[in-house]
């Protein structure tokens, strides 16, 4: 049984990019949607699609980003932060700054899953989920 889906979301996506695969399948939720999402949205991946929507069986398609011609990941680092043994919670003026503000941290708050700017910027804290950079 499977405790934390984050946590196995984001070693897919570690495993995937170690590898060098173009595209990863993850099982669907409302969550992993919404985290990958705002990776589309900060140019992390390159496109994302859930097949099956609806069903149980239901997965999320991501499409990995590299450089064309160092291949390197748009990902450099997936660390995951709130845990199930151990939940982090910040306010609005103690969320922290990845890699000086270079990096992102997605956070689950009243409002959604965000990102820390713009947690900072609705003057609202919430659950920090990991760090993206």
Known sequence: MNTDPIADYLTRLRNAISANHRIVEVPYSSIKLNITKILFEK??????KVDNEGTIDSVIKIALKYHPSTKMSAIKELTR???PGLRVYKGAEDL??????????????????ITDKEARQQNIGGEILCYVS
């Not at 140019?43 to 994302?48: E, N, P």
């Not at 922290?96 to 899953?113: D, M, Q, R, Y």
């Open 43 to 48: 140019g992390y991946i390159l496109q994302f």
């Open 96 to 113: 922290p700054k990845v890699i000086n503000g270079l990096g992102i941290a997605i956070i689950s708050t009243s409002k959604g899953i």
């Open 81 to 83: 932060v709130s845990k």
